[in-house]
Each structure stands twice: as C-alpha cells, then as structure tokens.
C-alpha cells in the first residue's frame, strides 16, 4: 500500500562538487537520477514532487515545484516553495542524490512521526540526514525567516526545533552522491542488485 504523505525529491541544487548537474546523470536503465528516483518512489507514495529551480531543464513529465524566484540555491528555496504549493501538513523529503534509501527505511520514519513534532528526520552514525524525512507545516514561517535572513543551515534550525531523529545502522542505503566517486560508487551497488 502507498503512502498518502506527500514526497518531494529534491532536485534543485549546484552539484558543485560533481561539476554537472547531478540530477541529470543517467542512473540504471534511466535517462537520469531524477528519473530514476521518480519511478522508484512511485511505488512507495501515492503523490511524488520534484523540486527545483527551473523544470525546463527535465524533458519528462512530472509535478515539478519551481523555486520562489532567487539568487540563492539552497534547499530552504525549496521548503518555502514545497510549503506555499502544497498546502499539507507535512511531507517527505529526500535528496535526489540518496538512490537507495528505500521502502523500510522510509516506512520506520513515516511511523515514528506524529503531528507533535516539527520534524522527524534520519541519521546515521549519529550524522543528521536532513534531506532524508518527514518536515511539518509548523516549520514554515522558520524557513521564510531564514530565507529572509540569508541563513541556510538545516541543521541549525533541527537543533533549535521539536524534532525526531532515527538513527538507521545501513550506512550504504545512505550513500550521498556529491562527487564523482559517489556516483561511480552509486553506478557499482546499483549493478549488484
């Protein structure tokens, strides 16, 4: 059965460390990563977003959330935007970029959630995966103040809220893929399944 929560990829950064826009590398039997992530999450959530600055950069449909129009490329952009557009309670968040955080993972979160909480978020070796859970309506004025404000430091905003972190122990279902080691690494687990 799927999940009524919302998901929203998140697809919009610089991918600086990559040196292309890591969104639109190819993954598996896909065109790109988003793509990837987009059918994949199909199957776990009934309603799968894509956020990002521009959709026009993507040649598939999809529900695309376009970034308030800014200078800054952060995921706070996205948030205010994710907010704005939905009008929901809370949704789940993941990094276009983590492949392999998969239906276990994301039905642990989903369950240690309630609606007393602002956040409920993965870590793993005690390191915050802020782009991997569930974030809360109640967040959204923080998120237009730091965007006001220029500050952009999920982390900073986690420790000052009420917010559930889960600590997983599957390091590589985990795998962030910032350079082109990662991706490569990426490209090799996902042979092997």
Do not use: W
């Amino acid at each position: 059965m799927k999940f009524s929560l919302p998901c929203v990829i998140f697809a919009g950064g610089r991918s600086s460390r990559m040196g292309e826009d890591k969104s639109l590398l190819p993954f598996g039997n896909f065109k790109t990563l988003t793509q990837y992530q987009l059918h994949r999450l199909n199957q776990i959530f009934q309603n799968v977003y894509i956020s990002t600055k521009e959709s026009s950069k993507f040649d598939f449909e999809a529900d695309f959330i376009e970034d308030v129009k800014t200078d800054i490329s952060a995921p706070t952009v996205g948030f205010v935007s994710i907010f704005e557009k939905l009008e929901c309670e809370s949704f789940f968040a993941l990094s276009v970029d983590t492949p392999f955080v998969d239906y276990e993972i994301i039905a642990t979160i989903l369950d240690s959630d309630t609606n007393i909480l602002d956040a409920t978020i993965a870590t793993v070796d005690g390191k915050v995966q802020p782009l991997c859970g569930v974030y809360h309506n109640s967040l959204y004025d923080s998120f237009k103040k730091m965007l006001q404000q220029d500050t952009h430091k999920l982390g900073f905003l986690l420790k000052s809220k009420n917010v559930k972190l889960i600590e997983f122990d599957c390091k590589d279902k985990f795998l962030n893929m910032n350079h082109k080691s990662e991706y490569e690494k990426g490209l090799a687990i996902l042979e092997r399944c």
